[in-house]
């Protein structure tokens, strides 16, 4: 086994963000004049590439790593960066209604862009709380006239949404977390969003650009939820499950009570520890 890369975490404040992230995670954020929306844990995107924070490659960022090392993640790489990002982010406020796009239509219409597949991971959500999964338009032309005619009570699906649960968002899927909710998210290394819908919320005095034809353009209908698969794995040791495996990941969550052995059989591997304390191969870890 390859020695484990600890990385150092990147902060980013968001207007809807929170103020839980420093706090539940003991991460040193002092900054107290904007809230935080989001941690990046691991990322190799142009808008926050991760840096190593242990011996033997110690500063050297993830992409600078993966480009002098590439057998260390087996030789997997996207256009020489980290092929993904995993992120927690804190909800406060509602965040946009938006879509991503696919590789296709990313790398027509976003300067070569990879496109955006997503997974979140409920970490915590408030009671009677809820997300915003599909819509409710049955074609593709209804989907234009009730986003054009602004008709956002029909066309948003909300659905409930408690901890621990878990969703698969491919490209094309309208999506949105809600105020109340924390989540950690595992995507394609990409930040194109569209915004479809903003709540008419003003940034600035302004109200927030929207993107409502290449939105129109990219949202896949009639909706049909992506199903998680919730496998359960055989780990001695451990209550493990593949929750989902998409051509751009495989997540699986594991608890483990005393001592397991893992056989990963992936080119890398990325840990998020979301709970409790330990070691892992004789390093001691943590939540956070």
């Given at each position: ?84 990002q995993i992120r927690i982010i804190d909800a406060k406020e509602d965040l946009s209604i938006q879509v991503h796009p696919d590789d296709a239509y990313a ?118 939820p992506a199903v998680a698969e919730h496998e359960k794995l055989d780990v001695e040791g451990a209550e493990a499950e593949k929750l989902v495996s998409c ?42």
């Amino acid at each position: 086994m390859k020695d484990i890369l600890f990385l150092k975490p990147l902060f980013f404040e968001k207007i809807w963000g929170g103020n839980k992230l420093p706090e539940i995670y003991n991460f040193n954020y002092t900054n107290t004049e904007f809230p935080l929306g989001e941690i990046w844990g691991v990322s190799g995107h142009k808008n926050g590439i991760s840096e190593i924070l242990t011996s033997p490659f110690e500063g050297m960022s993830i992409n600078n790593l993966i480009n002098s090392e590439p057998d260390l993640f087996g030789n997997k790489t996207a256009n020489g960066e980290f092929p993904l990002q995993i992120r927690i982010i804190d909800a406060k406020e509602d965040l946009s209604i938006q879509v991503h796009p696919d590789d296709a239509y990313a790398a027509e219409h976003e300067n070569g862009s990879l496109g955006k597949m997503e997974c979140w991971y409920i970490l915590d959500a408030k009671e009677g709380g809820t997300i915003v999964i599909g819509h409710n338009a049955k074609n593709h032309e209804e989907v234009e006239e009730m986003i054009r005619g602004k008709r956002w009570k029909e066309f948003i699906r909300e659905i409930p949404v408690k901890k621990g649960d878990f969703f698969q968002i491919n490209p094309g899927c309208v999506h949105a977390i809600k105020g109340g909710t924390l989540i950690l998210e595992t995507q394609q290394n990409s930040d194109i969003t569209y915004r479809v819908y903003d709540y008419d919320r003003l940034q600035d005095g302004k109200p927030r650009a929207l993107h409502v034809q290449q939105s129109i353009d990219v949202i896949k209908a009639p909706f049909e939820p992506a199903v998680a698969e919730h496998e359960k794995l055989d780990v001695e040791g451990a209550e493990a499950e593949k929750l989902v495996s998409c051509p751009c990941y495989t997540v699986c969550k594991a608890t483990v009570n005393g001592t397991a052995e893992f056989d990963w059989n992936q080119p890398f591997v990325d840990i998020s520890v979301l709970d409790g304390e330990g070691s892992f191969d004789g390093t001691p870890v943590k939540k956070g």
